[in-house]
């Protein structure tokens, strides 16, 4: 019988042990010999991630030992973390950061050395031994370091140097053409690039040019074509589309208002794959939705594919097989292989397939918030990737102001159309948009309550310490003449006196992209203004929470703690939870 029940305290079948078991990311897929590779990150193993395959039988193994994780820390955000040819593998060891052998059977073998250096981005010559990688080397007294670099017989030999970051080293099936990309500070890869091409002779480079990108022009995912074309996307015509590059001329292959690129947080990403010469599968972004279609080079022509998926990621192949992780509103995260001649795919590795489409609302993937009754709105701001070079520039300059002018103009809109509750409206979010949730909140009087996800509090304090990758950042996204002194306006420890919602916080207490003291100082700064705030600091989690029990506590938590501030009669039984200064004084 049908109950009609307050928002926010609907009874789900979707619990946070739910969630968490489903929790399982997908990534770095690749095709070698029929069978499709893939890494899946496992909360209920403490984090680990297992290099997974399924052979042409559909019969689905781990490849590596139990105590072995495929993991790179590269920016630290890490990326592809193997390369695997004819069935031998070469990956990268979370735990000590070395790169591995490995052969059926047989025990993994390390060939770099043990000197904590990072290697990320494989890419394998013909020979099935030669390996390209960028690695990273971290110094006590400096800044780390970025390469390329050659592995082979056990020697580890520098490629190219001298540029403050590199990625996707690629080299040619004939093995006599190198491609990478490199950038400097202050940039991050989707503001500018360089693409760069030389020739590989007896083991080193010679006669580099840089064939395409710039400070003001992002390349991404150069790719050797089978008719020996180097293949690239750029956002040259304000849009990353696809182009081609046979040592004289580019060709701008697929002219449309889309983004076949996407912004290299971690290394390796991939959008479009070859399945035979002049054919290619490719995934890009259109009006906001995912989309999937094919583009025939020698006929000039392009067409789409129907697959029930609105995600794509992670896309590889070999020959007419075609591998990608694949999800939707109403599809479980999935590992998915896609016959291009049949035009059939087939699901070979899926996350909690069993719920009850009945308990779901489009367009959210995982619902534990829906479910129960809440509204959720995920606000796309200004910045963000999907509509084009300029509206990915939106936000510098503008970061702190425009993301929560958004967040505030979408909340403020679902509750004039009565869409949602302006008493009980909520924010949260993660890392930066744990910025854009704080900074709401002490800015905006329009949210109730927050739930910061390791965010930022103090840009300051964020400049000097955070890691290589984003030390820099800050100066394109805050601008103005006097950095420091918009650093402190901008950032919501400076302004905690103005906040009167009640916030809760989670924080992995091994974070090197936003150090805990961030969480601690405005936790703090707001405990000492009396406003009811909770802090929960979870051992051995770094930038996002990758362990079961840890997922589970922070949603049993945060609903917890909506329920209290609300006084929500709630279905579930709720998790212990300690607030401070509740209720007022």
């Known amino acids: 019988m049908k109950q009609t029940l307050p928002y926010g305290t609907w009874p789900s079948p979707i619990s946070a042990e739910r969630v968490a078991s489903a929790s399982r990311r997908f990534g770095q897929v690749q095709v070698d010999q029929g069978c499709v590779y893939w890494v899946e990150s496992r909360p209920e193993e403490g984090g680990r991630s297992v290099l997974v395959t399924c052979d042409d039988d559909?019969?689905?193994?781990?490849?590596?030992?139990?105590?072995?994780?495929?993991?790179?820390?590269?920016?630290?955000?890490?990326?592809?973390?193997?390369?695997?040819?004819?069935?031998?593998?070469?990956?990268?060891?979370?735990?000590?950061?070395?790169?591995?052998?490995?052969?059926?059977?047989a025990e993994p073998l390390p060939i770099t050395p043990d000197n904590s250096a990072r290697y990320a981005d494989f890419s394998i010559a013909s020979d099935g031994q030669t390996i390209f990688c960028v690695r990273e080397q971290h110094n006590s007294d400096t800044e780390p370091t970025n390469d390329m670099v050659c592995l082979k017989d056990d020697q580890v030999v520098v490629v190219v140097e001298g540029h403050d970051f590199y990625a996707a080293p690629r080299i040619s099936s004939d093995g006599r053409k190198l491609a990478w990309l490199s950038w400097d500070h202050p940039n991050m890869p989707w503001d500018g690039t360089e693409l760069w091409v030389a020739d590989w002779c007896d083991g080193k480079i010679e006669n580099a040019t840089c064939v395409a990108g710039g400070v003001d022009e992002a390349v991404f995912q150069p790719t050797w074509g089978q008719d020996g074309h180097l293949y690239y996307v750029s956002d040259v015509s304000g849009w990353w589309n696809l182009y081609s590059w046979d040592g004289c001329k580019h060709t701008h292959l697929w002219q449309k208002e889309a983004e076949f690129g996407l912004p290299l947080w971690s290394l390796g990403m991939t959008t479009y794959v070859e399945t035979q010469a002049g054919h290619w599968v490719c995934s890009y972004i259109e009006n906001g939705n995912a989309e999937l279609g094919t583009l025939d080079v020698p006929a000039q022509k392009t067409s789409s594919i129907d697959v029930p998926f609105s995600d794509y990621s992670a896309m590889a192949a070999e020959g007419n097989t075609v591998a990608f992780i694949g999800g939707g509103w109403d599809k479980a995260l999935a590992v998915v292989r896609f016959d291009r001649l049949r035009s059939q795919y087939q699901v070979i590795r899926e996350n909690d397939p069993d719920i009850d489409k009945d308990g779901l609302s489009c367009p959210e993937a995982i619902q534990?918030?829906?479910?129960?009754?809440?509204?959720?709105?995920?606000?796309?701001?200004?910045?963000?990737?999907?509509?084009?070079?300029?509206?990915?520039?939106?936000?510098?300059?503008?970061?702190?102001?425009?993301?929560?002018?958004?967040?505030?103009?979408?909340?403020?809109?679902?509750?004039?159309?009565?869409?949602?509750?302006?008493a009980r409206l909520l924010i949260r979010g993660g890392s930066a948009g744990g910025l854009t949730t704080l900074g709401a909140l002490a800015f905006y009087d329009v949210f109730k309550a927050g739930?910061?996800?390791?965010?930022?509090?103090?840009?300051?304090?964020?400049?000097?310490?955070?890691?290589?990758?984003?030390?820099?950042?800050?100066?394109?996204?805050?601008?103005?003449e006097d950095l420091e002194v918009t650093f402190k306006e901008r950032s919501p420890l400076y302004a905690a006196d103005q906040i009167s919602a009640p916030v809760i916080f989670f924080q992995g207490k091994e974070d090197p992209v936003v150090p805990p003291i961030q969480t601690q100082s405005m936790a703090d700064a707001l405990s000492k203004n009396h406003i009811p705030v909770a802090c929960v600091m979870f051992e051995g989690e770094m930038h996002g929470f990758r362990r079961a029990e840890n997922i589970i506590s922070s949603l049993n938590m945060e609903y917890a703690f909506y329920a209290t501030i609300f006084e929500l009669d709630c279905q579930d039984d709720l998790s212990e939870i300690n607030i401070d200064h509740w209720p007022r004084k």
């Not at 930022?456 to 310490?465: G, N, R, Y």
């Open 451 to 480: 739930a910061s996800y390791y965010g930022v509090s103090d840009l300051a304090s964020l400049a000097q310490i955070t890691h290589k990758f984003e030390s820099q950042y800050l100066n394109r996204l805050i601008g103005g």
């Open 58 to 105: 559909g019969v689905v193994s781990d490849v590596v030992p139990k105590d072995f994780s495929v993991r790179s820390r590269v920016h630290e955000y890490g990326g592809v973390a193997y390369v695997v040819q004819n069935g031998v593998v070469f990956c990268s060891n979370g735990d000590d950061g070395r790169v591995y052998r490995m052969t059926q059977d």
């Open 368 to 422: 534990y918030w829906t479910s129960r009754g809440f509204a959720v709105l995920d606000v796309n701001y200004r910045g963000s990737t999907g509509f084009g070079r300029v509206y990915r520039r939106a936000l510098d300059g503008q970061w702190g102001v425009y993301d929560v002018q958004d967040c505030v103009a979408g909340a403020q809109y679902l509750a004039n159309t009565e869409r949602a509750d302006d």
